[in-house]
């Protein structure tokens, strides 16, 4: 019993970091649901749009502007963005609250994605701007401890699979 009672404030730091990792685990599946609509106008090859899948992996690489692209239609699929290609804050807030928990991270995933636009915003060619964009962004979640292990991506993206 007495070991309970030490453990529960433990349990209470790291089970609210790990429904910030399954929200943000719900937002990147949630989002990605658009990517086969925007392969074609993007431009992306197959092989570029099965990239996307890896995009939690440490060793993902944000150099092809296509990619940029594809995220910037995607997006837009989801009205994220305003007429100059920039997050659209209230449309992008709702968005990531309609996934469940989504109120735990949207504040926090809109400022995180504003301070990497504002880091970017001398770039003209949209899609280059919103892959550093993607790039800051993700750097930003793995130092706070929110983004998704490959492993947990790949087990629900198997799951998704099985149900079809």
Known sequence: MLFLLRALPLL???????ADVNVMKDV??????ALDKCRQESQ???EKMEEFFHFWRDDFK?????LGCAIQ?????????????RMHHDNTEQFIKSFPNG?????????????????????????????HVADCFKQGCVQRGI??????????FIMEAEAR
């Open 44 to 46: 992306l090859t197959e």
């Open 62 to 66: 944000f150099e092809h502007r296509e």
């Open 147 to 156: 983004a998704p292990s490959m492993e947990m991506m790949m087990t629900e």
């Open 73 to 85: 239609c995607m997006s837009r699929h989801y009205n994220l963005l305003t007429d100059s290609s």
């Open 28 to 33: 990147t599946l949630g989002f990605g649901q």
């Open 103 to 131: 109120e735990v991270l949207a504040r926090q995933m809109v400022e995180l994605i504003h301070s990497c636009e504002k880091q970017y915003d001398h770039e003209d060619d949209h899609c280059w701007r919103i892959l």
């Open 12 to 18: 209470a730091a790291v089970l609210p970091l790990r």
